[in-house]
């Protein structure tokens, strides 16, 4: 079993910066699961946002996000970064974590980012 906390959320305004973190616990290692981020906004599905693989090398990303998101992991906390620049109120949504092998079967509650216009 594994346990994914988000942290970092909370109200920014546009054109500004977050730093959302995920710490799993569970497991002695995860390098080997992927992880990922996704988002919901209000009366949206969830949508995927970006993934790391391996010791970071493999990293993907939603054309929304792309050139202003950067996913990266330090595998000696078992910890996952989502750093969000150039923020535009379209990001506001609840921002999950997750993991697994092949599948994410493994989800964090969530936390909420806002961005103000």
């Known amino acids: 079993q594994v346990q994914l906390v988000e942290s970092g959320g909370g109200l920014v305004q546009a054109g500004g910066s977050l730093r959302l973190s995920c710490a799993a616990s569970?497991?002695?290692?995860?390098?080997?699961?992927?992880m990922g981020w996704f988002r919901q906004a209000p009366g949206k599905e969830r949508e995927f946002v970006a993934s790391i693989r391996g010791s970071g090398a493999y990293t993907n990303y939603a054309d929304s996000v792309k050139g202003r998101f950067t996913i990266s992991r330090d595998s000696a906390k078992n910890t996952v970064y989502l750093q969000m620049n150039s923020l535009k109120p379209e990001d506001t949504a609840v921002y999950y974590c997750a993991s697994g092998i092949g599948t994410y079967n493994y989800w964090g509650q969530g936390t909420q980012v806002t961005v103000s216009s």
């Open positions: 569970g497991r002695s290692t995860l390098s080997s699961y992927a």
